[in-house]
């Protein structure tokens, strides 16, 4: 499986938002890190290139944050276009790939941006661990795959209860 630029994940739920007005910059980061995690839990792989940081907000990723600061949104769901060669960035997505952002986007995509920060702001978070050791700090992919992988234990745990 490929690991996919963060821009072009953050596509994968603009596109699926379908609204033509800029969202908040939270709501890209906190999906992309949801999907990422998941898929690191489901699927034994990375779904971004890039780690992300533990800033403020809770986990960015730096790339998504430069180019929306730099160069916007834009097209039909306001997408992150790559500025030199004027296209959307784009994921080929395996088909389990595209099963998780699927999964978070049903999960995750109606909520507000302070509801998903405040989700990866609890106690014992990857975002949590490595923010407290220095802030801005890179999180470990092995810890955020074991946070999600927890995740799906305890709600086949409640499901089963």
Not at 27 to 51: C, F, M, Q
Request: charged share 20%; with cysteine; proline share 6%.
């Amino acid at each position: 499986m490929a690991n996919h630029r963060p821009e072009a994940i953050a596509n994968e739920f603009l596109r699926r938002r379908a609204d033509g007005t800029w969202p908040p910059q939270m709501i890209l980061h906190k999906l992309t890190y949801l999907a990422h995690g998941w898929n690191l839990a489901i699927n034994n792989e990375p779904l971004v290139s890039d780690r992300p940081e533990a800033w403020d907000g809770g986990p960015v990723f730096r790339r998504i944050w430069d180019h929306v600061k730099k160069h916007g949104y834009h097209g039909m769901n306001c997408e992150l276009v790559n500025p030199e060669t004027k296209e959307e960035y784009a994921a080929e997505l395996t088909a389990e790939e595209t099963a998780v952002v699927d999964h978070v986007w049903t999960k995750y995509g109606h909520m507000s941006p302070w509801e998903l920060s405040n989700m990866t702001h609890e106690p014992g978070t990857p975002w949590s661990n490595a923010y407290l050791k220095h802030r801005n700090a890179a999180l470990s992919n092995q810890e955020i795959k074991q946070h999600y992988v927890r995740l799906a234990l305890a709600g086949r745990t409640a499901a089963a209860g």
